[in-house]
């Protein structure tokens, strides 16, 4: 059963735009959360992550967004830009250590 | 900066072989982990291990086993391989505080 969905396997967005990922999680013991950017061949790297205690982080123009009631996160990218085009997956962990993973969402980024 | 090292970037191997994937990390991280990433299954965790000799089975360790003598490295053995393993393997590292750093993956191909 999986238990962290990103259900929109991709997206497409104008460069300058904005840009929203979406993450779902059953497990209501989630208390840190993270986002992933992939490329092709080579492996994730970490972008952002909130507390469970927190409703929303920013760095730069990166915003991950908690909501604990829906067991939802979103990530919001502004503006958009071309280097942005990933694979993008949220992660969520009960504790320090293990992290269970999304599927992913491939964002592409145009012109 | 951290850095994962991941011995091969790509491997072919012919179905019943055994095949070691071999992952080095420099950052002193008690952690390690492999999973296996797969199109529309995202990220599986495999193994994880804590410390030196620790193993702990991961969402799906049929048919793998892993190794950890030394702190620094962490190895997965694919026994007697099977072309449902072909896929990308990713390893990873953390000091344990939920952050992972992971390796540039290999892509291991049986036939």
């Known amino acids: 059963d999986q238990q962290v969905k990103q259900n929109s396997p991709s997206l497409s967005v104008q460069e300058g735009r904005i840009s929203i990922l979406n993450c779902d999680y059953t497990?209501?013991?989630?208390?840190?959360f993270l986002w992933y950017k992939k490329y092709p061949a080579e492996g994730p790297t970490f972008l952002i992550s909130i507390s469970s205690i927190k409703d929303k982080n920013e760095d730069g123009r990166f915003t991950v967004f908690l909501n604990k009631s829906a067991k939802h996160l979103s990530l919001h990218i502004v503006p958009s830009q071309p280097g942005d085009s990933a694979v993008y997956f949220c992660?969520?962990?009960?504790?320090?250590?293990?992290?269970?993973f999304g599927t992913g969402t491939r964002l592409q980024v145009f012109p | 900066d951290v850095k994962v090292t991941q011995s091969s970037r790509y491997l072919v191997k012919r179905t019943g072989e055994k095949v070691f994937l071999e992952c080095v990390q420099d950052m002193d991280h008690e952690n390690m982990f492999w999973y296996r990433q797969d199109p529309g299954l995202g990220l599986r965790l495999i193994y994880f291990s804590y410390d030196v000799k620790m193993k702990e089975k991961g969402d799906i360790p049929e048919g793998y086993s892993v190794s950890r003598e030394k702190k620094e490295r962490f190895s997965l053995i694919l026994e007697s391989a099977s072309t449902n393993q072909t896929s990308m393997y990713l390893c990873?590292?953390?000091?344990?505080?939920?952050?992972?750093?992971f390796g540039a993956g290999t892509r291991l191909s049986v036939l």
């Open positions: 497990n209501s013991m989630f208390d840190y």
């Open positions: 992660a969520a962990t009960p504790g320090p250590d293990k992290l269970i």
């Open positions: 990873a590292s953390s000091p344990g505080q939920g952050i992972q750093y």
